[in-house]
C-alpha cells in the first residue's frame, strides 16, 4: 500500500502514458491522411511486411504493413538515443512513402559497395547580386578574365542580350556564374582575379548594357530612372568560385561538364508553348 501522494503521482504517470499512445496513435493517422492526399508515382519495387528498409538514418526499420498497392508503407523505425553517454535504442512506428526506404544493408554489405561520389563537380553557391559580379569584372586588384582559352568567342546578339536585361529587370533566374579565382602571384602578373568558367556570355551582357553599348525598350542604361537600375543592379544571381588550386585539366572538365549536361528544349515544343501563351493572353484580353 502506498501513501496517498504516491498513488496520485501513479495515476499521473498512468493517464501521461495513455495519452501519450493516444496522441501517437492521431498523430500516425494524421501521417497517413496526408500521404494519401498527395500525389505518390507508382512505386517501382515490391516490398512485403516483415522485411527490413533503411529509413533517414535510423539504424533500421521494419516494414509493419503495405498499403494502397504499396505505394505507402508502416515502418517500425529504430534509431538511437545518446542519454548522456549511455546509450539505447529507441523505436517507434510511422507512416511513409515507398521511395523514402532505401534497400538495408548490413555493416559488412555497405563496407563491399561500390561508392561513387567524388566531389569532383560539386560547386559551393552563394546568392549575390549583379551589382557584386560588376565589382568583380572592375576590379582594380584583379579583373575577370573573360577568354581563357577554354572559353567561346562573344556569341550572342544585341538581341540575345537585351532578352537577359529583360529576364533581370522582371526578377526571373538567369542561371549560375561559375568562376575560378587566381593566386595572388598570377594576378600580380597577369591583373587577372578571376576567369569565367561558366557564365561568360551573361557577364558580357551586362557589361555591355552598363557601358551603354545596347539599348533596353529604346533606352541605354545611363538613361534608365534610379528605381529601375538600382533592381537591375541589386537583382539577385547564385555564382560559384573555384579556389586557386584548381588545375587546368580541372577546368576544363568543369565546362565539358556544365556544357553538355541536359537537353535544351527543341523548337518545336518552345512554339507550342508561345501558342498557348498567345491563346491566354488573347482569351485576357477579351475578359
Known amino acids: 500500500m502506498g501513501t496517498r501522494s504516491e498513488k496520485i503521482k501513479a495515476t499521473k504517470e498512468r493517464k501521461a502514458k495513455e495519452q501519450a499512445i493516444i496522441d501517437a496513435q492521431r498523430t500516425k493517422e494524421r501521417n497517413l491522411k496526408d500521404l494519401r492526399e498527395s500525389k505518390i508515382n507508382e512505386p517501382t519495387i515490391i516490398r512485403k511486411v516483415g522485411d527490413k528498409v533503411s529509413f533517414g538514418f535510423h539504424i533500421a526499420s521494419i516494414i509493419k504493413e503495405v498499403l494502397d498497392d504499396g505505394k505507402i508503407y508502416l515502418i517500425e523505425k529504430t534509431w538511437e538515443e545518446g542519454n548522456y553517454g549511455r546509450p539505447y535504442n529507441q523505436t517507434s512506428e510511422r507512416y511513409v512513402v515507398w521511395h523514402d526506404c ?6 559488412e554489405q555497405i563496407n563491399d559497395l561500390p561508392k561513387f561520389a567524388t566531389n569532383e563537380f560539386r560547386l559551393s553557391f552563394m546568392n549575390t547580386t549583379i551589382n557584386n559580379v560588376v565589382c568583380k569584372y572592375y576590379s582594380w586588384h584583379g579583373k575577370i578574365d573573360m577568354n581563357p582559352s577554354y572559353q567561346r568567342k562573344d556569341v550572342w546578339s544585341v538581341r540575345d542580350k537585351a532578352m537577359l536585361v529583360d529576364s533581370i529587370m522582371k526578377g526571373i533566374d538567369i542561371g549560375k556564374l561559375v568562376l575560378v579565382k587566381h593566386s595572388f ?18 557577364i558580357q551582357a551586362i557589361i555591355d548594357f552598363i557601358e551603354g553599348r545596347f539599348q533596353y525598350k529604346g533606352y541605354f542604361y545611363r538613361e534608365l530612372s534610379h528605381h529601375d537600375r538600382i533592381s537591375f543592379e541589386g537583382a539577385h544571381i547564385l555564382i560559384a568560385e573555384l579556389p586557386e588550386s584548381t588545375t ?4 576544363l572538365k568543369h565546362f565539358l561538364r556544365v556544357n553538355t549536361s541536359g ?9 507550342l508553348v508561345r501558342d498557348e501563351l498567345a491563346k491566354e493572353l488573347a482569351k485576357i484580353k477579351k475578359e
Not at 569565367?196 to 551573361?202: A, H, P, S
Not at 587546368?248 to 577546368?251: I, L, N, P, S
Open 185 to 202: 602571384e598570377e594576378m600580380k602578373n597577369t591583373g587577372w582575379g578571376y576567369e569565367v568558367l561558366d557564365g561568360k556570355q551573361r
Open 263 to 271: 537537353k535544351q528544349v527543341d523548337k518545336e515544343h518552345l512554339d
Open 102 to 107: 532505401s534497400d538495408y544493408y548490413t555493416e
Open 248 to 251: 587546368y585539366e580541372e577546368k
